[in-house]
């Protein structure tokens, strides 16, 4: 069993940045694939970025390429989202989770996620 918890999200300007930090408990953590999505009002829950159990390899959706770097640290059981030049198209409730069937790579589907934080609110405004 593993349990998430988000912190780091918050109101901020366009332009601004954020860094996003969530804590895992249990041992499938280092071993995993990690993602981070996101989820604004009405609409569906979208991929953000991810990163391999080794920290090497690393995915982001074009909405976030270039702006977002997501990292881990496996000896704190930590993953960040580094967030700069936010925009209002940022805006949602950030999630991070944990892929823990696919040999710690890298996955883009929400189903292949079976461990999910309680998310963190971004809101920037314009």
């Known amino acids: 069993q593993v349990q998430l918890v988000e912190s780091g999200g918050g109101l901020v300007q366009a332009g601004g940045s954020l860094r996003l930090s969530c804590v895992a408990s249990?041992?499938?953590?280092?071993?995993?694939?990690l993602g981070w999505f996101r989820q604004a009002p009405g609409k569906e829950r979208d991929f953000v970025a991810g990163?391999?159990?080794?920290?090497?390899?690393?995915y982001y959706a074009d909405s976030v390429k270039g702006r977002f770097t997501i990292s881990r640290d496996n000896a704190r059981s930590t993953l960040f989202l580094q967030m700069n030049s936010l925009s209002p198209e940022d805006t949602a409730l950030y999630y991070c989770?944990?892929?823990?069937?696919?040999?710690?790579?890298?996955?883009?589907?929400?189903?292949?996620?079976?461990?999910w934080g309680q998310g963190t609110q971004v809101t920037v405004s314009s």
């Open positions: 990163i391999d159990w080794s920290g090497l390899t690393t």
């Open positions: 989770a944990v892929a823990s069937s696919y040999s710690g790579n890298i996955r883009l589907d929400v189903g292949k996620y079976d461990y």
């Open positions: 249990g041992r499938t953590f280092s071993r995993a694939g």
